[in-house]
């Protein structure tokens, strides 16, 4: 573990940063005291085992779900009265 200067680190930031991406760890001093790390990220695997299809049989979703409501957003467009049919008619 090296340790640098507020300087220093300024200065060669990309270069820590690329030193850090490889694993290595960097301590940021000011005055001799140390005050940061400069620390390489620990990648965690995504669990990707219940992304798709976790809320199977879960709810129930009316087979009307992508008509409900038309008869409101067509009285909002066509300013008629709500129509339960649905048509705008």
């Known amino acids: 573990m090296e340790t ?6 300024k200065t060669h930031l990309s270069r820590l940063l690329d030193r ?6 960097i301590t ?7 005050i940061a790390k400069l620390v390489p ?3 965690t695997p995504i669990d990707t085992s219940r992304r798709f299809g976790f809320m199977r049989g879960q709810m129930k979703i009316p087979d009307d779900f992508d008509t409900m409501g038309q008869a409101e957003i067509e009285a909002m467009f066509y300013g008629e009265g709500v ?3 649905g048509d705008g008619q």
């Open 4 to 9: 640098v200067n507020v300087h220093e680190a």
């Open 28 to 34: 940021i001093a000011k005055a001799g005291k140390p």
């Open 41 to 43: 990220i620990e990648e």
């Open 20 to 25: 850090a991406a490889k694993g290595e760890t």
């Open 83 to 85: 129509h339960e049919g």
